[in-house]
């Protein structure tokens, strides 16, 4: 399984970002994908995860800017992330698991910036 995640960049805070996520290989359902993120100097936390049926949950209460959602049929990951602030600077990962194994894929991560 290999997982290719586009859209990081800089941005202000205030602004808004989309980040995609799209799997491919052998990917078996029911799974669930995610997002990640570890900021400079920490370590990686969970920001949200959604499933293959498109049930969404989230790492952080703090975190009700963000926004997970999945192209239904397709194994791509959107987060929607709105209101940023600095502290959400951060090289942001997604994930894939299969529901009921423990093998986690991971993409390369991307670099986000949120500039005050």
């Known amino acids: 399984v290999q997982l290719q995640a586009s859209g990081g960049g800089l941005v202000q805070a205030g602004g808004s970002l989309r980040l995609s996520c799209a799997a491919s290989?052998?990917?078996?359902?029911?799974?669930?994908m995610g997002w990640y993120r570890q900021p400079p100097g920490k370590e990686r936390r969970l920001v949200a995860l959604?499933?293959?049926?498109?049930?969404?949950s989230y790492g952080d209460s703090d975190q009700n800017h963000f926004a997970i959602s999945r192209d239904k049929g397709k194994d791509t990951v959107y987060l929607q992330m709105n209101s940023l602030k600095p502290e959400d600077t951060a090289v942001y990962y997604c994930?894939?698991?299969?529901?009921?194994?423990?093998?986690?894929?991971w993409g390369q991560g991307t670099q986000f910036t949120v500039s005050s």
């Open positions: 959604i499933t293959s049926s498109g049930r969404p």
């Open positions: 994930s894939l698991r299969t529901l009921g194994q423990t093998l986690q894929y």
């Open positions: 290989g052998s990917i078996v359902s029911p799974n669930v």
